[in-house]
C-alpha cells in the first residue's frame, strides 16, 4: 500500500508541475499516468465524463477519483495533495514576477502562447475521449453529438451542469 501511495504522490507532483494551461490541460497527462496501471481507459472516460457534471476543480476531482481507484481514502488525499501543491508554489511565484513584469511584451506575448497550447491539450483530451467512448473506432453519432453540444456550449452559453445533463438525455434518445 506504501508503495502505490508513494508511487501516486510522485505520478501527481510530476502532474502538478507540468500541467500548464491549468486542470484541464492535465486531463492527457493524468489519463496517461492512471491507464493502464489504476484502471481502464475506459473507467478513466467514464470519470472524465462525471467528472464535469459537478463542480469543483477539474483535475482535483478526476485525480482524487483516480486515487481513491487506486489506494482508497489514502489515495485520494495523496492525489489531491500532489496534483495542487506543484501549481500552487509556482502561481505564487509566477504571480509575483508577473506583478512586476506585466507591461513587458515578451511576458504578454508567453501568456498567449500558453493559452494557445492549453486549447490544443483540451482538444487532443476531447479527441480521445471520443475514440475512447466509441471502442477506439469513429462512431459518427457520437462525434455530431459532441459536435451539437459543443455548439450549445460555445453559442448559447450554457454551464456545463445543463451541457452534461442535455447529453445524457440525448444519448439516452439516441446513443
Given at each position: ?14 502532474i ?28 478513466f ?49 509566477a ?60 453559442f448559447?452559453?450554457?454551464g ?16
Open positions: 500500500m506504501i508503495g502505490t501511495l508513494l508511487e501516486l504522490f510522485w505520478a501527481c507532483v510530476k502538478g508541475f507540468l500541467a500548464f494551461g491549468g486542470g484541464n490541460a492535465a486531463i492527457p497527462l493524468l489519463e496517461a499516468a492512471a491507464v493502464p496501471r489504476w484502471m481502464s481507459t475506459q473507467e472516460g467514464e470519470l472524465v465524463g462525471l467528472n464535469f457534471a459537478f463542480p469543483g476543480v477539474a483535475i482535483l476531482k478526476l485525480g482524487g477519483m483516480v486515487g481513491l481507484r487506486a489506494a482508497g481514502t489514502p489515495g485520494l488525499l495523496v492525489a489531491v495533495i500532489g496534483l495542487a501543491s506543484p501549481g500552487l508554489v509556482l502561481t505564487i511565484a504571480y509575483s514576477l508577473l506583478v512586476q513584469y506585466r507591461d513587458h511584451s515578451l511576458v504578454r506575448r508567453s501568456l498567449l502562447a500558453m493559452q494557445y497550447a492549453a486549447a490544443a491539450l483540451l482538444a487532443s483530451s476531447a479527441l480521445r475521449m471520443a475514440q475512447s467512448a466509441a471502442g477506439g473506432q469513429v462512431h459518427i453519432v457520437g462525434i455530431a453529438l459532441g459536435l451539437g453540444l459543443f455548439v450549445v456550449a460555445y448559447l452559453h450554457l456545463p451542469v445543463l451541457v452534461v445533463v442535455l447529453a445524457a438525455a440525448v444519448g439516452v434518445l439516441i446513443l
